[in-house]
């Protein structure tokens, strides 16, 4: 199995910027590539952006583009995302997974999940 350990979340105003981490261990060969999901109160999880582990191929909701940045920490098996110039739509739990398969945007596809950390954007 592989254990996903995210933090980083918090309240910040809107504009603001904050950086979510998920540490991976145990099985890591398993890990293909990462995803960052979330989910808002009431409605249902959205992809946000995913990495292969090589780091070498990105992909981002059209949401998200140019606002945030996911990257891989090779020597700390981390994969970060950087999320700069925040909206109050953006609030939601954040959650990191793994898949074992080609990356992509399908929450079905990933096998393991953290257990998600809270991001919220005030007006």
């Known amino acids: 199995q592989v254990q996903l350990v995210e933090s980083g979340g918090g309240l910040v105003q809107a504009g603001g910027s904050l950086r979510l981490s998920c540490a991976a261990s145990?099985?890591?060969?398993?890990?293909?590539?990462v995803g960052w999901f979330r989910q808002a109160p009431g409605k249902e999880r959205e992809f946000v952006a995913a990495i292969t582990w090589s780091g070498g191929r990105t992909i981002y909701a059209d949401s998200v583009k140019g606002r945030f940045t996911i990257s891989r920490d090779n020597g700390k098996n981390t994969v970060n995302l950087q999320m700069n110039s925040l909206k109050p739509e953006d609030t939601a739990v954040y959650y990191c997974?793994?898949?074992?398969?080609?990356?992509?945007?399908?929450?079905?596809?990933?096998?393991?999940w953290g257990q998600g950390t809270q991001v919220t954007v005030s007006s």
């Open positions: 145990g099985r890591i060969f398993l890990i293909n590539s």
């Open positions: 997974a793994t898949n074992r398969g080609l990356i992509t945007t399908i929450s079905t596809r990933y096998d393991y």
